[in-house]
C-alpha cells in the first residue's frame, strides 16, 4: 500500500526565510505527486504538481517542488516565505491510472512577521 | 467555470442517526471522489464514483456509501454514525484517470454527539 510521509509536523519561520517541506512517498511505481495548501478557512487548493518530464516543478505564489526518484521525495521550497503563506501543506500520491490520492498527515507552517 | 459545491457547510448528529452529503463537481468533470479528515491528519481516501459507480474504495466500512448522478454530482451516505466519524467531508472532482487533478470543495463538517 502506499503511504506518504511529512516529517516536518509544524514549521514557524520568520518572514523572508528560505522554506524546505519534506514529503516521502513509499511506492515502488510511477507516481504522480502533489501538493495542496489550505489557508485558515479555505478550501484544500492545488500549488504543485508532478506527472512527468522535468523533475523540478514550480507552482503558484512562488514555490517549487523537486522530484528525486531514487530518494522517493518530493520537497516543497520556496526561497523567502510571506506572513500570508502561513497555511497547512500536504504532500499527495497517486499511482499509475488511479486517480485516488494518498495524503501525508501535513505540515502546518506558521510565517511570522 | 463554477467550482466544487458542498451542502451543507456543518451538521451535527447524535450516535445511531445516518448522514446524507452532497457534492456538485466542477463543470467537466466526470469523477467525484470522497475524503474524510479527522482533526490534525490528512485527508483519507473513502471512494470513488466514475459513470455512476464506484470506482475504487479505501478502508472505510460498508456503513459507508455514495451514489453518483447523470449529472455527475454525488452523495454521501453514513449510516450508524459513531462519534469517530466526526470530521471535515471533502469532496474531490476531476475527469478520470491518474494524470490528472482532483479539485477539491470547501467540505462539510460533521458532529456526532
Known amino acids: 500500500a502506499q503511504s506518504v510521509s511529512q516529517h516536518n509536523h509544524h514549521v514557524i519561520l520568520s518572514e523572508a526565510a528560505s522554506l524546505e517541506l519534506g514529503c516521502n512517498y513509499s511506492?515502488?511505481?510511477?507516481?504522480?505527486l502533489f501538493w495542496y495548501v489550505q489557508y485558515p478557512g479555505q478550501h484544500l487548493q492545488l500549488l504543485l504538481k508532478?506527472?512527468?518530464?522535468?523533475?523540478l516543478v514550480k507552482g503558484i505564489k512562488g514555490f517549487e517542488a523537486e522530484f528525486i526518484k531514487s530518494k522517493f521525495s518530493f520537497n516543497l521550497r520556496k526561497p523567502s516565505v510571506q506572513w500570508s503563506d502561513t497555511a497547512e501543506y500536504f504532500c499527495?500520491?497517486?499511482?499509475?491510472?488511479?486517480?485516488?490520492?494518498?495524503f501525508g498527515t501535513g505540515t502546518r507552517l506558521q510565517v511570522t512577521l | 467555470e463554477t467550482g466544487v459545491t458542498q451542502s451543507p457547510t456543518h451538521l451535527i448528529k447524535t450516535r445511531g442517526q445516518q448522514v446524507t452529503l452532497r457534492c456538485s463537481s466542477q463543470?467537466?468533470?466526470?469523477?467525484v471522489s470522497w475524503y474524510q479528515q479527522a482533526l490534525g491528519q490528512g485527508p483519507q481516501f473513502i471512494f470513488q464514483?466514475?459513470?455512476?459507480?464506484?470506482?475504487g474504495r479505501g478502508n472505510f466500512p460498508p456503513r459507508f456509501s455514495g451514489l453518483q448522478f447523470p449529472n455527475y454530482s454525488s452523495e454521501l451516505n453514513v449510516n450508524a454514525l459513531e462519534l469517530d466519524d466526526s470530521a471535515l467531508y471533502l469532496c474531490?472532482?476531476?475527469?478520470?484517470?491518474?494524470?490528472?487533478?482532483?479539485?477539491f470543495g470547501p467540505g462539510t463538517r460533521l458532529t456526532v454527539l
Open positions: 474531490a472532482s476531476s475527469l478520470e484517470g491518474g494524470q490528472v487533478t482532483q479539485y
Open positions: 511506492y515502488g511505481g510511477t507516481v504522480n
Open positions: 508532478y506527472f512527468s518530464g522535468d523533475p
Open positions: 499527495a500520491v497517486n499511482s499509475g491510472t488511479a486517480s485516488k490520492l494518498t
Open positions: 463543470s467537466g468533470h466526470n469523477t
Open positions: 464514483y466514475y459513470r455512476e459507480e464506484e470506482n
